[in-house]
């Protein structure tokens, strides 16, 4: 029998990301997602909903984050879920789920830099070139020449 753990999200950043240091000196870096769904209901409106998610990116990719994610930014996010718990200072036991990066990609530009955003960048064509012939060392024999017993190497 399989089973399968995957997140895929894409969306904006809600803060900053945190960046610490654990005693063992391994990064870990958190940060939260938000992704928008919208729909048409049964009497014709349109309708939307935002859910929120919690990120947690470890090692050198929570270096990364935090040194080029920053809030509204927007970001692919694959990882796996994970919930953790903990009990809390009120003594009530309780639980985060979290999707554990394995890969971020940045889909935009930071803020107050040059040039289009990806989305509205479009690239100009490149002059056509015909190619160029092949040339190879050992050109096969063209099939309407004679072919003279002299010639065979054997």
Request: charged share 25%; net charge neutral.
């Amino acid at each position: 029998m399989y089973s399968l753990n995957r997140a895929t999200i894409l969306g904006n950043l809600t803060r900053d990301p945190e960046l610490k240091q654990l005693a063992t000196g391994q990064s870990v870096c958190t940060f939260s997602i938000a992704t928008n769904r919208t729909w048409t209901g049964s009497d014709g409106t349109k309708q939307e909903s935002t859910e929120f998610h919690n990120i947690v990116a470890w090692r050198k990719l929570a270096d990364i984050c935090a040194q080029y994610l920053k809030k509204g930014r927007k970001v692919y996010v694959e990882g796996y879920l994970q919930t953790r718990d903990w009990q809390g200072q009120d003594g009530v036991k309780r639980y985060r789920t979290e999707i554990v990066a394995d890969n971020v990609i940045l889909l935009d530009r930071p803020t107050g830099s040059t040039g289009a955003s990806p989305s509205a960048f479009t690239p100009s064509p490149a002059p056509f070139t015909p190619p160029k012939p092949i040339v190879k060392d050992d050109p096969a024999p063209n099939p309407d020449d004679e072919i003279r017993l002299e010639e065979i190497p054997f």
